[in-house]
């Protein structure tokens, strides 16, 4: 259900126009999905992750997040080696609803392709593609 | 509405009475044996109901199921049109009822003479000659396509093809075709008339790509404008166009998609040609192909042999996939459905089709937000509902729900996926103006009590045996076996 709250765009991560964000931790790159996505997609009820060990590229898919709603793709917004993925989600996917930047993340990456994050959005220009519905 | 309609109906578990015998046996009359201990299991507790327990019950049940015989029921996506009673009339007919599978084809000729006319009638309705009947539904049809497709780049020793393109609006059925025929899936986007981006398009088109899945008239309900051009981007590349047929029912006797470029189709019987829904009955989804595909169509197709009809094995068959014949009764359906209209009527299914949700769509767009207002819709249109959800704090969802307090069943939700806040609403040609006017009346009330009273919405439905359920709970706690209390 939407909580009617602002949506937020944090500064410190990047994002990708398939709604994932990516945050950079020393050697390693954090992945979640947006506040945005969170919020269009309603209720999680379902996440399924990656085996870590695998190899993706940027754009591949690597998993699903399902809500009431719809079960949708998520994609890779960097490519590089699955590391970790959040366990905590299996029995609380609520929490990438309630906080889709902290402890919703999904996945942590390790090695990443640095050059990928290039091809990203920064906070403003994700918020404005969105808000002038170019990406939605 | 029954008397009874609106208390909720207990199980027959909670109706149990232990010592109630429904039933009467005979003695036995053959020795009795005592089966193994391992066998044996005490925790069954079936309900000990009488023979009245149980027919009330499912008397009651049916009481409060919804159907297309009761109202109007505007899925979007799903064209739940009116099953003509004479379609059933058909079927009871000794020959269509007790014909045997397993009867030799000298004495099924009149099941085959129908099945061969229907061919050639879905033939001459698609503009594409070669037709199977066999697949058991639309999905099945789907993935006979994709394998047809697939044979015929085989059978060039075009071998690397491996992608499959398919726009952002299609239904699910499609990636997980292509996905099951071993092809990967790339997405192409829509534009802001709804059509399919056709820079997307040539952006993603490759030598890889062995064909596309495209819906036409799409899930937002719009001919495709480019349709043309999208076919031929295609083929230019060497790959083959599968027509999802699921909205022939919107262009029926006007638009063939054989002269519109696609190179195989399929067409669910229960949408454009009235067989009863999943629930009433099993579907059929034959598929149609240009006639240098027949070759690979599925086992067996009936042919003519002077007189005589006959069971065809096409050369390069990818096989068979349904056992037997398909499943005749949904054919003999469809076949009577389009011998009662008639080849100069089979028109009107799509023009009313069309013109019902126009009207419809009229009735209500300047309380509600169409997806693309420019255009005119096809057979069904999607409503955006940001703005409710926004500015009313209600969602689609409530909107749905309270529907059902005005007697109505409610409209998709939250398809297609690139609407926002989606509201779907096909009405079919089987609705009468007086119908679509109660229906949009309702959608107007709905909107002024969103405005008024969103607390209305939100607990909606009110008036049904049980109100909103939590399908969070339901779905993160899924409890899938009956307990005892």
């Known amino acids: ?136 | 509405m029954s008397i009874v309609a609106n208390k909720p109906e207990p199980l027959l578990y909670e109706m149990s009475n232990p010592g109630t015998i429904g039933y009467s046996l005979p003695a036995c009359d053959v020795p009795i044996t005592q089966l193994p201990n391992h066998l044996m299991r005490d925790d069954l507790r079936l309900p000990e109901v009488s023979e009245t327990d149980v027919v009330r019950h499912f008397t009651r049940l049916s009481q409060k199921n919804y159907c297309v015989d009761l109202g109007i029921y505007p899925l979007g996506s799903c064209t739940m049109k009116y099953n003509p009673k004479i379609n059933e009339e058909a079927i009871r007919l000794m020959g269509m009822s007790s014909v045997h599978p397993m009867q030799t084809a000298e004495t099924a000729q009149g099941a085959m003479q129908l099945m061969y006319d229907l061919q050639n009638y879905l033939g001459e309705i698609s503009g594409m000659p070669a037709v199977t009947l066999q697949p058991a539904a639309g999905a099945q049809g789907e993935l006979v396509g994709i394998l047809i497709i697939r044979a015929y780049h085989l059978s060039r020793g075009d071998i690397a093809r491996n992608e499959v393109l398919i726009p952002d609006s299609a239904h699910g059925t499609n990636p997980a075709t292509s996905a099951m025929a071993g092809y990967k899936v790339v997405e192409v986007k829509s534009d802001a008339r709804g059509n399919m981006d056709l820079d997307d398009l040539r952006a993603k088109v490759s030598n890889k790509t062995a064909g596309i899945m495209f819906t036409n008239p799409n899930t937002l309900g719009l001919f495709e404008e480019h349709v043309r051009e999208v076919n031929q981007i295609i083929h230019d590349a060497g790959g083959l166009v599968y027509g999802d047929g699921a909205n022939l029912n919107a262009i029926i006797g006007i638009a063939r998609p054989g002269d519109l470029g696609f190179d195989v189709m399929h067409s669910n019987l229960h949408k454009t040609f009235s067989i009863p829904h999943g629930g009433g009955g099993p579907g059929s989804g034959p598929v149609m192909a240009r006639a240098d595909l027949a070759q690979f169509l599925p086992s067996p197709i009936v042919g003519k042999n002077g007189d005589e009809y006959v069971f065809e094995n096409p050369a390069h068959s990818i096989g068979r996939i349904k056992s037997f014949w398909g499943n005749f009764l949904a054919l003999v359906r469809a076949y009577t459905y389009i011998r009662s209209y008639g080849k100069e009527h089979l028109k009107e299914i799509a023009e009313v089709a069309v013109l019902n949700a126009n009207y419809l769509l009229a009735l209500i767009r300047d309380v509600y937000d169409p997806q693309i207002p420019e255009r005119e819709c096809k057979h069904e249109f999607v409503l955006n509902g940001t703005r409710f959800k926004k500015e009313y704090g209600v969602t689609t969802l409530d909107v749905a729900k309270r529907i059902i307090d005005y007697g109505f069943y409610p409209p998709t939700i939250y398809f297609p996926l690139i609407v926002p806040e989606c509201l779907m609403i096909e009405p079919t040609e089987t609705q009468s103006k007086a119908s679509l006017d109660e229906f949009a009346d309702a959608l107007l009330k709905i909107a002024q009590e969103a405005r008024d009273n969103p607390k209305l919405l939100r607990d909606a439905p009110h008036d049904t045996p049980v109100t909103r359920l939590d399908d969070v709970k339901a779905a993160r706690e899924p409890v899938l076996r009956y307990e005892h209390a």
């Open chain 1, 1 to 136: 259900m939407s909580s009617g709250k602002e949506i937020s765009y944090p500064n410190d991560v990047k994002y990708a126009a398939s709604h994932e964000w990516v945050k950079v931790d020393g050697d390693t790159a954090i992945v979640g999905i947006s506040d945005y996505a969170q919020d269009a997609l309603g209720d999680i009820v379902f996440v399924e992750l990656p085996t870590v060990g695998m190899e993706l590229k940027a754009g591949d898919a690597f998993g699903v997040v399902e809500s009431v709603k719809a079960a949708s793709d998520v994609y890779m917004p960097i490519g590089g080696a699955i590391a970790a993925t959040n366990d905590a989600l299996k029995d609380a996917p609520e929490t990438v609803n309630s906080d889709a930047f902290g402890a919703g993340w999904l996945l942590k990456v390790f090695p990443y392709n640095a050059a990928d994050l290039d091809k990203l959005m920064d906070a403003a220009t994700y918020k404005s593609k969105i808000e002038s519905g170019e990406i939605h």
